[in-house]
């Protein structure tokens, strides 16, 4: 093995991409002249929206197109290897022992069948042969060094006895096995939830202090590279749009697109439902009492809540086995408002929302709709009010029939709802196309000829059809980029300018709740720890919970991340 | 774990009584004279009289129900016109043709249909998951076009063709082997194995396509999972990728259709019996249905069930050792 020897006085990067072009089947080029250098130690996030090629190099910086058929040109370096030349055997020691790459969804990035510690030690024994004792030992090490408890007895566990978080340390452990130079993490923690996330995040700082690891890191999150990187690159349509260092990229942007960006990101210190409904031109106040006009405005309309939940309880399952998903959660919704419920996974916000509606029957408590109990009423009862209550899913893919055009998804309630005149049912689908901001004439179209942002739209006007009062939205735009969640969160506040509903906005990302909601209760277990106006919850959290997830939200500001870094190891280390 | 076999156990137990209750009332449905076919070509109306009464065949069909679980818990007596011959439980009756017990016969016949099941399953697990990993691995390649064709070949061809080949290849023009005859193990194990290899082989390569195609779509599956990609990123060799990760993946469902089918072939592989002329349990069914020789009926037929039960409940048992994501409940 020959290290190509730098020239004197000079140090050959870590990585070298050089002009990097990657084509995958029926000519799409994913990736598309990129060219950039990563120092030893240093980080480096690829930041970018989907299909904007930044996984496809973290890809490509381990060779792992080669025999896909993928074509690639130009070249890739990695610790002095030539990735797209390399031979079997170097590709191997570059694989793992040069590079690790930290994967994105730890569910499925482990073998379901075999024991995390003997995963490792197999990966570590293809670096470092020997016998399987050592590898096993050496398991155990990093399993305890990324912090999972009880390591030598639960390297014996298999994956799905992990958490989330667990599972992705215990990637991370893998990763750091073999003492690479370079760690290439794609999306590390976008599976999960805020807090787990910090605590990674902070973990992988850590690690990198300790072993000065090289990083690139694949992220969506503008957030997410604020806190871990010395070096941002935007990427967009497989090219490079800027690059530089985090703070001079984050804190002002030379190109537009990252501006765009930026400005798309929902931020905790940015401006909340206040100032932007007042952009919209919907209310006349200035912003420091827009609230109090809107209340005023709405005294009168609504005073009393469109719904009302009492002690709303939801247990699933019998006996010992049986778990309460929503223990006891009062709140009210009024027309024109929208109540923002946060929590993480497993806080039973879901539930919740599907109980709002009916979707799910209350196992206990009373939920009233405009005064009227309907937490009891059988299916032939709610039939009158059913229509009045409408949802939009979390997934737009999975939420709309792929072999039903969206039109005939769309005029699905109107056909429920009694309408037999084809013509009109026609009008009123065009009529919500065109309301949500989709080419009326698609009404034929498929839904997965559709972009994410825009399936979601359909979701929303086939909510739309029935003319609900109030919509219960479960993580409506999670799954989406974040200039078309800004777009998707913008349409509902219109909407619900126009046609005064409530709206229960249900989703984990504290910034986007605070971006669209009057009033947030956060949610956890099952139950509502703390509820109030947004500036309340956020500007002054009384419940513990709720300050520590504030706190673990990214910050944009690289300076403030770092600030916030230290003060969250503070509690850890006394 | 112990409450699940139990659970299941105790569901099994009504599926059978179920099961009897279901083959009684066919039998009483379908034509035929139990009596006039026991008795024989020349008895007269007197002599077919008695013999039905002999059997039992006068009482009510309940009744003779009764009689048989009855049989089946306790025991029961026969007379014989001399004397009383006593039937111990689990007692599924005489054989209306030769007074022969049911359980005895039952019993005897099942050890050739278990040689047979159980050789040909070991060859179409070897056969079956060798060609369908080899075809998963040689995707688009010439091999795996081979290997396609003959496993549509193979699912293609009826049993009694593929073995007819077979037996004159073998035994007719190479003369390799004798034209087989069943020997029982217990009688001589050499013996036995050389005269089950063709039926085995038979049994086994029809069986082995289907396996062959499920193995094969199951490691495709497996390998295109997002752990198959960790491996490789981490330099895990390409064979080790494929034998541990992917194969391991592809064994459960595997697992889970060889016992059903295992479970089912104790009820005979009638055709590959008779072909070969192994007394197995699938010959006798046949043979107990055309003479409505309903006693024997009922206790082939039972044993199938309890065989394609208790199968169920092994394929669930090791499929949930194999994947331990399973939760037994």
Known sequence: MTLPNPGPGTKAPLVEVDRLTVEFGGGVRAVDDLSFTLEAGRALALVGESGSGKSTVAGALLGLHRGTGARTGGTVRVGGIDVGAAGPDELRRLRGGVAAMVFQDPLSALDPYYAVGDQIAEVYRVHHPGPRKAARARAVEVLDRVGIPDAVRRSRSRPHEFSGGMRQRALLAMALACEPRLLVADEPTTALDVTVQAQILDLLHELRRETGTALLLVTHDVGVAAESVDDVLVMRGGREVERGPVTAVLGAPAESYTRALLAAVPRLDGPARTARAHGLGTVDAADADFAHDRGGLLAGVADEPLLEAVELRREFGRGKAAVTAVDGVSLTVRAGETLGVVGESGSGKTTLGRMLVRLLDPTGGRLRYRGAEIGALSERELRSCRRELQMVFQDPVASLNPRRSVGESIADPLRVAGERDETRIRRRVRELLDRVGLDPDRYEAYPHEFSGGQRQRVGIARALAAEPRLIVCDEPVSALDVTTQAQVTALLAELQAELGLGLVFIAHDLAVVRQVSDRVAVMRDGRIVEQGTVDEVYGAPQDPYTRQLLAAVPSLDPVLAAERRGRRREPAAA | ?329
């Open chain 2, 1 to 329: 774990m112990t409450r699940y076999v139990l659970k299941r156990l105790a569901g099994a137990a009504l599926v059978l009584l179920a099961l009897s209750v279901l083959v009684y009332a066919l039998f009483y449905i379908a034509p035929g004279d139990p009596a006039r076919l026991a008795c024989g070509e020349r008895c007269n109306p007197e002599q077919i009289a008695q013999v039905r009464e002999q059997l039992g065949l006068n009482e009510s069909v309940f009744t003779q129900f009764l009689h048989f679980l009855q049989g089946v818990f306790a025991g029961r007596d026969y007379s014989t016109g001399t004397g009383v011959l006593h039937c111990e439980a689990p007692c599924l009756g005489l054989s209306y043709q030769n007074d022969q017990q049911v359980t005895e016969l039952v019993l005897e016949r099942l050890g050739a249909t278990a040689s047979l099941a159980l050789g040909a399953m070991v060859i179409w697990l070897v056969v079956g998951i060798g060609t369908g990993l080899l075809s998963a691995l040689r995707r688009g390649g010439l091999t795996e076009r081979t290997l396609t064709v003959l496993t549509l070949a193979g699912t293609g061809t009826p049993v009694f063709i593929l073995g007819l080949l077979l037996l004159m290849a073998v035994c007719a023009y190479l003369q390799w082997l004798p034209f087989p005859t069943y020997v029982p193990l217990g009688e001589d194990p050499e013996q036995w194995a050389w005269n089950m290899l063709l039926p085995w082989l038979t049994l086994g390569f029809f069986e082995s396509a289907k396996y062959a195609r499920l193995t094969r779509s199951s490691t495709l599956e497996t390998l295109a999972e997002d752990h198959i990609r960790t491996f490789r990123a981490y330099g895990v060799g390409e064979r080790s990728v494929v034998t541990r990760h992917a194969l391991r993946g592809a064994v459960p469902p595997v697992i889970a259709l060889s016992a059903i089918d295992l479970g089912t072939m104790f009820g005979g592989a009638v055709l590959t019996e008779s072909l070969f002329g192994i007394p197995g349990l699938g010959k006798t069914l046949i043979d107990g249905v055309r003479h409505v020789d309903l006693p024997v009926v009922v206790g082939i037929v039972l044993l199938t069930g309890v065989a394609v039960v208790l199968a169920n409940v092994v394929a669930d048992l090791l499929y949930a050792l194999a994947d331990r994501r399973v939760a037994l409940t």
